[in-house]
Protein backbone atom coordinates (compact mmCIF):
# COMPACT_ATOMS: atom_id res chain seq x y z
CA UNK A 1 0.00 0.00 0.00
CA UNK A 2 1.38 3.49 -0.89
CA UNK A 3 2.04 5.75 1.82
CA UNK A 4 -0.08 9.20 1.38
CA UNK A 5 3.30 11.23 2.04
CA UNK A 6 4.50 9.65 -1.21
CA UNK A 7 1.35 10.35 -3.69
CA UNK A 8 1.57 13.84 -2.37
CA UNK A 9 5.54 14.16 -3.19
CA UNK A 10 4.73 12.62 -6.81
CA UNK A 11 1.38 15.36 -7.26
CA UNK A 12 4.23 18.11 -6.75
CA UNK A 13 6.32 17.49 -9.19
CA UNK A 14 6.59 19.51 -11.87
CA UNK A 15 5.72 17.39 -15.67
CA UNK A 16 8.96 16.09 -17.60
CA UNK A 17 9.03 18.76 -19.89
CA UNK A 18 9.26 21.58 -17.33
CA UNK A 19 11.55 19.51 -15.06
CA UNK A 20 15.27 20.79 -14.36
CA UNK A 21 18.27 18.82 -13.02
CA UNK A 22 21.49 19.22 -11.34
CA UNK A 23 20.73 22.22 -8.33
CA UNK A 24 17.07 22.30 -9.58
CA UNK A 25 16.28 19.03 -9.08
CA UNK A 26 15.56 18.41 -5.38
CA UNK A 27 12.10 17.62 -4.43
CA UNK A 28 11.58 17.87 -0.46
CA UNK A 29 9.53 15.44 1.20
CA UNK A 30 8.90 16.81 5.32
CA UNK A 31 8.44 13.99 6.88
CA UNK A 32 8.27 13.21 11.31
CA UNK A 33 11.89 12.06 11.04
CA UNK A 34 12.89 14.45 8.50
CA UNK A 35 15.46 17.18 9.71
CA UNK A 36 15.68 20.07 7.77
CA UNK A 37 18.83 22.03 7.56
CA UNK A 38 17.23 24.96 6.96
CA UNK A 39 18.29 28.50 8.96
CA UNK A 40 15.62 29.95 11.47
CA UNK A 41 14.59 32.75 8.37
CA UNK A 42 15.63 32.89 4.78
CA UNK A 43 17.09 36.56 5.61
CA UNK A 44 19.43 34.60 7.80
CA UNK A 45 19.89 32.40 4.63
CA UNK A 46 20.90 34.62 2.67
CA UNK A 47 23.25 36.80 4.62
CA UNK A 48 25.59 33.14 5.63
CA UNK A 49 25.68 33.30 1.71
CA UNK A 50 27.18 36.55 1.15
CA UNK A 51 29.32 35.50 4.03
CA UNK A 52 30.46 32.27 2.40
CA UNK A 53 30.89 34.56 -1.10
CA UNK A 54 33.06 37.38 0.64
CA UNK A 55 35.22 34.65 2.03
CA UNK A 56 35.63 33.42 -1.89
CA UNK A 57 36.65 36.66 -3.03
CA UNK A 58 39.70 37.13 -0.27
CA UNK A 59 40.02 33.15 -1.19
CA UNK A 60 40.55 33.75 -5.20
CA UNK A 61 42.08 37.54 -4.19
CA UNK A 62 44.99 35.57 -2.41
CA UNK A 63 45.60 33.23 -5.74
CA UNK A 64 46.22 36.20 -8.04
CA UNK A 65 48.27 38.47 -5.64
CA UNK A 66 51.56 36.87 -6.72
CA UNK A 67 50.74 36.82 -11.16
CA UNK A 68 49.71 40.77 -10.48
CA UNK A 69 53.66 41.47 -9.22
CA UNK A 70 55.15 38.39 -10.92
CA UNK A 71 57.94 40.46 -12.85
CA UNK A 72 58.64 42.35 -9.81
CA UNK A 73 58.92 39.02 -7.28
CA UNK A 74 60.76 37.40 -10.29
CA UNK A 75 63.57 40.25 -10.32
CA UNK A 76 63.45 40.65 -6.25
CA UNK A 77 64.45 37.16 -6.02
CA UNK A 78 66.58 36.86 -9.27
CA UNK A 79 64.30 33.79 -10.42
CA UNK A 80 64.74 31.97 -13.90
CA UNK A 81 61.43 31.42 -16.19
CA UNK A 82 61.14 28.05 -15.14
CA UNK A 83 60.90 28.74 -11.20
CA UNK A 84 58.77 31.45 -11.49
CA UNK A 85 56.67 29.16 -13.30
CA UNK A 86 57.19 26.67 -10.02
CA UNK A 87 56.43 29.08 -7.91
CA UNK A 88 52.65 28.70 -8.88
CA UNK A 89 53.04 24.89 -9.54
CA UNK A 90 53.88 24.52 -5.35
CA UNK A 91 50.69 26.57 -4.33
CA UNK A 92 48.56 24.21 -6.21
CA UNK A 93 50.22 21.24 -5.71
CA UNK A 94 49.90 22.30 -2.06
CA UNK A 95 46.23 23.42 -2.60
CA UNK A 96 45.71 19.91 -4.43
CA UNK A 97 47.10 17.13 -1.95
CA UNK A 98 45.29 19.04 0.70
CA UNK A 99 41.99 18.81 -0.79
CA UNK A 100 40.80 15.55 -0.60
CA UNK A 101 41.97 15.89 3.24
CA UNK A 102 39.51 18.66 4.21
CA UNK A 103 37.02 17.11 1.73
CA UNK A 104 37.11 13.74 4.22
CA UNK A 105 37.25 16.33 7.26
CA UNK A 106 34.48 18.06 5.91
CA UNK A 107 31.74 15.04 4.88
CA UNK A 108 32.69 14.12 8.66
CA UNK A 109 32.75 17.05 11.16
CA UNK A 110 32.36 20.43 11.59
CA UNK A 111 32.54 22.18 8.38
CA UNK A 112 32.23 25.90 10.38
CA UNK A 113 35.45 24.91 12.60
CA UNK A 114 37.28 23.69 9.15
CA UNK A 115 36.33 27.29 7.10
CA UNK A 116 37.45 29.27 10.07
CA UNK A 117 40.84 27.78 10.90
CA UNK A 118 40.96 27.71 7.11
CA UNK A 119 40.86 31.52 6.85
CA UNK A 120 42.64 32.41 10.05
CA UNK A 121 45.72 30.14 8.66
CA UNK A 122 46.11 31.34 4.81
CA UNK A 123 45.36 34.86 5.91
CA UNK A 124 48.01 34.82 9.03
CA UNK A 125 50.98 33.24 6.23
CA UNK A 126 49.95 35.82 3.71
CA UNK A 127 50.92 38.63 5.90
CA UNK A 128 53.65 36.70 7.41
CA UNK A 129 55.27 36.28 3.61
CA UNK A 130 55.07 40.39 3.28
CA UNK A 131 57.98 40.48 5.51
CA UNK A 132 60.39 37.64 3.41
CA UNK A 133 63.96 39.71 2.08
CA UNK A 134 65.30 38.48 -0.55
CA UNK A 135 67.83 36.14 0.91
CA UNK A 136 64.97 33.37 1.63
CA UNK A 137 63.45 32.79 -1.20
CA UNK A 138 62.90 29.34 -0.33
CA UNK A 139 60.64 30.77 2.29
CA UNK A 140 58.51 32.17 0.12
CA UNK A 141 57.79 29.31 -2.01
CA UNK A 142 57.00 27.65 1.42
CA UNK A 143 54.61 30.47 2.64
CA UNK A 144 52.98 30.08 -0.83
CA UNK A 145 52.45 26.50 -0.44
CA UNK A 146 51.18 26.69 2.68
CA UNK A 147 48.84 29.27 1.51
CA UNK A 148 47.86 26.80 -1.26
CA UNK A 149 46.60 24.11 1.76
CA UNK A 150 44.81 27.42 3.67
CA UNK A 151 42.73 27.99 0.69
CA UNK A 152 41.88 23.87 -0.10
CA UNK A 153 39.80 24.16 2.99
CA UNK A 154 37.34 26.98 2.02
CA UNK A 155 37.41 25.53 -1.65
CA UNK A 156 36.43 22.07 -0.31
CA UNK A 157 33.61 22.81 2.40
CA UNK A 158 32.04 26.53 1.18
CA UNK A 159 30.12 24.85 -1.95
CA UNK A 160 28.11 22.36 0.19
CA UNK A 161 27.17 25.16 2.81
CA UNK A 162 26.02 26.80 0.40
CA UNK A 163 24.01 24.39 -1.30
CA UNK A 164 22.65 23.14 1.77
CA UNK A 165 21.04 26.33 2.26
CA UNK A 166 18.78 26.65 -0.76
CA UNK A 167 16.52 24.30 -2.53
CA UNK A 168 15.06 24.06 -6.18
CA UNK A 169 15.50 26.88 -8.61
CA UNK A 170 17.79 29.01 -6.32
CA UNK A 171 20.35 26.84 -5.83
CA UNK A 172 21.59 26.99 -9.03
CA UNK A 173 21.14 31.09 -8.76
CA UNK A 174 22.83 30.89 -5.47
CA UNK A 175 25.84 28.83 -6.67
CA UNK A 176 26.54 31.09 -9.38
CA UNK A 177 26.75 33.93 -7.71
CA UNK A 178 28.94 32.12 -5.58
CA UNK A 179 31.60 31.37 -8.21
CA UNK A 180 30.88 34.66 -9.78
CA UNK A 181 33.42 35.84 -7.34
CA UNK A 182 36.38 33.43 -8.76
CA UNK A 183 36.80 36.27 -11.74
CA UNK A 184 35.76 39.24 -9.61
CA UNK A 185 38.48 37.92 -6.64
CA UNK A 186 40.94 37.06 -9.46
CA UNK A 187 40.73 40.74 -11.18
CA UNK A 188 40.42 42.28 -7.97
CA UNK A 189 43.43 40.33 -6.84
CA UNK A 190 45.86 41.13 -9.83
CA UNK A 191 44.65 44.59 -9.79
CA UNK A 192 44.90 45.52 -6.07
CA UNK A 193 48.63 43.61 -6.16
CA UNK A 194 49.64 45.84 -9.30
CA UNK A 195 48.45 49.09 -7.80
CA UNK A 196 49.92 48.39 -4.38
CA UNK A 197 53.17 47.92 -5.79
CA UNK A 198 53.15 51.03 -8.15
CA UNK A 199 51.61 53.31 -5.15
CA UNK A 200 53.91 52.26 -2.91
CA UNK A 201 56.79 51.35 -4.89
CA UNK A 202 57.43 48.43 -2.83
CA UNK A 203 55.43 44.57 -3.87
CA UNK A 204 55.71 43.29 -0.30
CA UNK A 205 52.66 45.57 0.30
CA UNK A 206 50.43 43.83 -1.80
CA UNK A 207 50.68 40.92 0.97
CA UNK A 208 48.94 42.88 3.31
CA UNK A 209 45.31 43.74 2.44
CA UNK A 210 43.88 40.78 1.79
CA UNK A 211 45.05 39.40 6.07
CA UNK A 212 42.99 42.34 6.70
CA UNK A 213 39.93 41.22 5.10
CA UNK A 214 40.42 37.96 6.17
CA UNK A 215 40.07 39.07 9.63
CA UNK A 216 36.65 40.52 9.29
CA UNK A 217 35.58 37.44 7.04
CA UNK A 218 36.55 35.12 9.76
CA UNK A 219 34.59 37.71 12.46
CA UNK A 220 31.29 37.07 10.08
CA UNK A 221 31.67 33.38 9.64
CA UNK A 222 31.92 33.32 13.88
CA UNK A 223 28.62 35.56 13.97
CA UNK A 224 26.55 34.29 11.23
CA UNK A 225 26.92 30.62 10.11
CA UNK A 226 25.42 28.10 12.27
CA UNK A 227 27.59 26.08 14.52
CA UNK A 228 26.29 22.89 13.28
CA UNK A 229 24.89 23.05 9.44
CA UNK A 230 22.97 19.50 8.94
CA UNK A 231 23.30 17.59 5.86
CA UNK A 232 20.21 16.55 3.50
CA UNK A 233 19.34 12.73 3.31
CA UNK A 234 17.87 10.77 0.30
CA UNK A 235 14.52 11.55 1.66
CA UNK A 236 14.65 15.35 1.18
CA UNK A 237 17.91 15.13 -1.31
CA UNK A 238 19.23 18.64 -2.16
CA UNK A 239 20.92 17.86 -6.03
CA UNK A 240 22.87 20.60 -7.00
CA UNK A 241 36.74 23.84 -10.35
CA UNK A 242 37.25 20.96 -14.42
CA UNK A 243 39.95 21.84 -15.24
CA UNK A 244 40.48 25.24 -16.33
CA UNK A 245 43.59 26.57 -18.02
CA UNK A 246 44.47 30.22 -16.98
CA UNK A 247 44.80 32.70 -19.92
CA UNK A 248 48.27 34.41 -19.76
CA UNK A 249 48.14 36.86 -17.05
CA UNK A 250 50.77 39.31 -18.68
CA UNK A 251 51.89 40.13 -21.73
CA UNK A 252 55.46 39.17 -21.97
CA UNK A 253 56.38 41.05 -24.86
CA UNK A 254 55.25 44.61 -22.42
CA UNK A 255 56.61 42.88 -19.21
CA UNK A 256 60.16 42.00 -20.69
CA UNK A 257 60.57 45.19 -21.65
CA UNK A 258 63.06 47.40 -18.80
CA UNK A 259 60.33 49.56 -16.60
CA UNK A 260 63.23 52.35 -17.20
CA UNK A 261 60.70 55.59 -17.81
CA UNK A 262 57.67 56.82 -16.30
CA UNK A 263 55.56 56.65 -19.70
CA UNK A 264 56.93 52.53 -19.22
CA UNK A 265 55.59 52.35 -16.17
CA UNK A 266 52.51 54.06 -16.80
CA UNK A 267 51.55 51.55 -19.36
CA UNK A 268 52.14 48.78 -18.13
CA UNK A 269 50.04 49.36 -15.00
CA UNK A 270 47.19 50.61 -17.83
CA UNK A 271 47.54 46.46 -18.95
CA UNK A 272 47.67 45.30 -15.41
CA UNK A 273 43.80 47.06 -15.25
CA UNK A 274 43.01 46.46 -18.37
CA UNK A 275 43.55 42.80 -17.93
CA UNK A 276 42.05 43.33 -14.60
CA UNK A 277 38.82 44.64 -15.80
CA UNK A 278 38.39 41.90 -18.35
CA UNK A 279 38.56 39.11 -16.07
CA UNK A 280 36.32 40.96 -13.64
CA UNK A 281 33.62 41.77 -16.24
CA UNK A 282 33.57 38.64 -18.26
CA UNK A 283 33.98 36.31 -15.64
CA UNK A 284 30.25 37.44 -13.95
CA UNK A 285 28.71 37.58 -17.45
CA UNK A 286 30.27 34.22 -18.16
CA UNK A 287 29.52 32.50 -15.04
CA UNK A 288 25.52 34.22 -15.24
CA UNK A 289 25.35 33.34 -19.28
CA UNK A 290 26.39 29.20 -18.23
CA UNK A 291 23.77 28.78 -15.55
CA UNK A 292 21.28 30.72 -17.21
CA UNK A 293 21.85 28.57 -20.79
CA UNK A 294 22.16 25.75 -18.19
CA UNK A 295 18.48 26.08 -17.23
CA UNK A 296 17.24 26.77 -20.44
CA UNK A 297 18.56 23.98 -22.63
CA UNK A 298 18.21 21.11 -19.69
CA UNK A 299 14.31 20.91 -20.37
CA UNK A 300 14.75 20.37 -23.55
CA UNK A 301 18.49 17.92 -23.35
CA UNK A 302 19.27 15.72 -20.55
CA UNK A 303 22.33 16.01 -21.66
CA UNK A 304 22.84 19.95 -21.69
CA UNK A 305 25.31 20.48 -19.00
CA UNK A 306 28.57 18.64 -20.36
CA UNK A 307 27.44 19.78 -24.15
CA UNK A 308 27.44 23.18 -22.69
CA UNK A 309 30.72 22.85 -20.94
CA UNK A 310 32.06 21.00 -23.97
CA UNK A 311 31.26 24.09 -26.85
CA UNK A 312 32.81 26.58 -24.56
CA UNK A 313 35.90 24.95 -24.15
CA UNK A 314 36.30 24.47 -27.57
CA UNK A 315 35.57 28.10 -28.36
CA UNK A 316 37.92 29.33 -25.45
CA UNK A 317 41.09 27.24 -27.13
CA UNK A 318 40.68 28.99 -30.04
CA UNK A 319 39.87 32.36 -28.78
CA UNK A 320 42.74 31.83 -26.70
CA UNK A 321 44.91 30.55 -29.70
CA UNK A 322 44.05 33.83 -31.93
CA UNK A 323 45.12 36.06 -29.04
CA UNK A 324 48.51 34.51 -28.68
CA UNK A 325 49.13 34.69 -32.44
CA UNK A 326 48.47 38.30 -32.84
CA UNK A 327 49.18 39.62 -30.02
CA UNK A 328 52.82 40.76 -30.89
CA UNK A 329 51.19 42.50 -33.68
CA UNK A 330 47.57 43.89 -32.45
CA UNK A 331 47.61 44.30 -28.48
CA UNK A 332 43.61 45.82 -29.21
CA UNK A 333 42.89 42.13 -30.99
CA UNK A 334 44.48 40.03 -28.53
CA UNK A 335 42.31 41.66 -25.15
CA UNK A 336 39.40 41.35 -27.42
CA UNK A 337 40.28 37.62 -27.57
CA UNK A 338 41.64 37.01 -24.51
CA UNK A 339 38.16 38.39 -23.13
CA UNK A 340 36.27 35.64 -25.49
CA UNK A 341 38.17 33.44 -24.16
CA UNK A 342 38.07 34.33 -20.53
CA UNK A 343 34.08 34.87 -21.15
CA UNK A 344 33.59 31.14 -22.39
CA UNK A 345 35.80 29.79 -20.23
CA UNK A 346 33.50 31.22 -17.39
CA UNK A 347 31.09 29.66 -18.31
CA UNK A 348 31.90 26.62 -17.15
CA UNK A 349 32.34 26.93 -13.17
CA UNK A 350 28.79 26.98 -12.10
CA UNK A 351 28.07 23.69 -14.72
CA UNK A 352 30.44 22.16 -13.56
CA UNK A 353 30.13 22.11 -9.83
CA UNK A 354 26.43 21.72 -10.90
CA UNK A 355 27.28 18.34 -12.14
CA UNK A 356 29.23 17.24 -9.40
CA UNK A 357 26.99 17.70 -6.87
CA UNK A 358 24.12 15.61 -8.55
CA UNK A 359 25.70 12.82 -9.41
CA UNK A 360 27.49 12.55 -5.99
CA UNK A 361 25.01 11.53 -2.89
CA UNK A 362 25.22 14.79 -0.64
CA UNK A 363 26.92 12.89 2.34
CA UNK A 364 29.66 12.70 -0.15
CA UNK A 365 29.89 15.94 -1.70
CA UNK A 366 32.83 17.71 -0.12
CA UNK A 367 34.81 14.61 -0.72
CA UNK A 368 33.68 14.50 -4.85
CA UNK A 369 34.35 18.75 -4.84
CA UNK A 370 38.25 17.47 -2.98
CA UNK A 371 38.67 14.81 -5.85
CA UNK A 372 37.85 16.97 -8.58
CA UNK A 373 39.81 19.74 -7.06
CA UNK A 374 43.06 17.22 -7.07
CA UNK A 375 42.51 15.54 -10.39
CA UNK A 376 41.70 18.90 -12.34
CA UNK A 377 44.44 20.67 -10.59
CA UNK A 378 46.96 17.51 -11.45
CA UNK A 379 46.27 17.33 -15.12
CA UNK A 380 45.79 21.31 -15.37
CA UNK A 381 47.59 24.40 -13.63
CA UNK A 382 49.77 22.24 -11.16
CA UNK A 383 52.65 21.79 -13.69
CA UNK A 384 52.08 23.92 -16.01
CA UNK A 385 53.70 27.49 -15.15
CA UNK A 386 56.85 25.48 -14.29
CA UNK A 387 56.18 23.19 -17.86
CA UNK A 388 55.61 26.68 -19.22
CA UNK A 389 58.84 27.67 -17.78
CA UNK A 390 60.87 25.06 -18.72
CA UNK A 391 60.16 24.72 -22.32
CA UNK A 392 60.46 28.58 -22.24
CA UNK A 393 63.73 28.75 -21.28
CA UNK A 394 64.74 25.64 -23.72
CA UNK A 395 63.79 27.70 -26.97
CA UNK A 396 66.20 30.56 -25.33
CA UNK A 397 68.63 28.26 -25.16
CA UNK A 398 68.50 27.30 -28.61
CA UNK A 399 68.76 30.97 -29.93
CA UNK A 400 70.82 33.94 -29.76
CA UNK A 401 69.91 36.18 -26.36
CA UNK A 402 67.47 38.85 -28.02
CA UNK A 403 64.58 40.50 -27.32
CA UNK A 404 62.22 39.28 -30.11
CA UNK A 405 63.62 35.35 -29.00
CA UNK A 406 62.13 36.20 -25.62
CA UNK A 407 58.72 36.41 -26.79
CA UNK A 408 58.64 33.81 -29.08
CA UNK A 409 59.60 31.74 -26.50
CA UNK A 410 57.21 33.07 -23.66
CA UNK A 411 54.35 32.82 -27.04
CA UNK A 412 55.50 29.23 -28.48
CA UNK A 413 54.80 27.85 -25.00
CA UNK A 414 51.79 29.63 -23.45
CA UNK A 415 50.37 28.03 -27.36
CA UNK A 416 50.07 24.44 -25.23
CA UNK A 417 47.74 25.72 -22.78
CA UNK A 418 44.86 26.04 -26.32
CA UNK A 419 45.81 22.49 -27.60
CA UNK A 420 45.03 21.26 -23.93
CA UNK A 421 41.64 22.79 -23.67
CA UNK A 422 40.46 21.39 -26.58
CA UNK A 423 41.43 17.83 -25.20
CA UNK A 424 38.93 19.40 -22.22
CA UNK A 425 35.94 20.18 -24.62
CA UNK A 426 36.68 16.24 -25.72
CA UNK A 427 36.11 14.82 -22.18
CA UNK A 428 33.22 16.73 -21.57
CA UNK A 429 31.83 15.24 -24.83
CA UNK A 430 32.74 12.13 -23.43
CA UNK A 431 30.93 13.03 -20.20
CA UNK A 432 27.65 13.18 -22.13
CA UNK A 433 27.85 9.54 -22.93
CA UNK A 434 26.73 8.76 -19.01
CA UNK A 435 25.71 11.84 -17.34
CA UNK A 436 22.03 10.97 -17.58
CA UNK A 437 22.49 7.49 -15.77
CA UNK A 438 25.22 8.56 -13.01
CA UNK A 439 22.42 10.85 -12.32
CA UNK A 440 19.63 8.36 -11.48
CA UNK A 441 21.88 6.58 -9.88
CA UNK A 442 22.96 9.42 -7.19
CA UNK A 443 19.38 9.50 -6.66
CA UNK A 444 18.51 5.98 -5.58
CA UNK A 445 21.23 6.17 -3.16
Known amino acids: MQN ?15 RNYGATAAHVSQGPCVSMSKSDSPRRDYLIAAVLCYGNLINFMDWFIVPGI ?49 IFFWSGVTLGSSFINESYS ?13 TASYSTVAPTIMADLFEEGKRTTMLSIFYIFIPVGSGLGYVLAAGMADAT ?42 GTIRVAAEKP ?44 LRKINNKADPLICATSMFISSLCLYIALM ?27 TDILLYVVTPRRQSTAIALQILVSHLLGDAGSPYLIGIISNAIQAKHAHSFQWSFWSMQYSFILCAFVGV ?5 FLL ?15
Open 4 to 18: PSENTNLQSQPPPEE
Open 70 to 118: LLDIQKYFELSDGDTGLLHTVFILCYMVAAPIFGYLGDRYNRKIILGAG
Open 138 to 150: WLFFLSRGLVGIG
Open 201 to 242: EDWHWAFRITPCMGALALVLLILLVPHRTQRRTAAHRALSIS
Open 253 to 296: GVHRAAKTTWCQDVLSLAKNLIFGGITIGTGILGVVAGAEVARR
Open 326 to 352: VAQTNILSTFIFIAFGELFLSVNWAVV
Open 423 to 427: FGGCF
Open 431 to 445: TSFYIEEDRKEAEQL
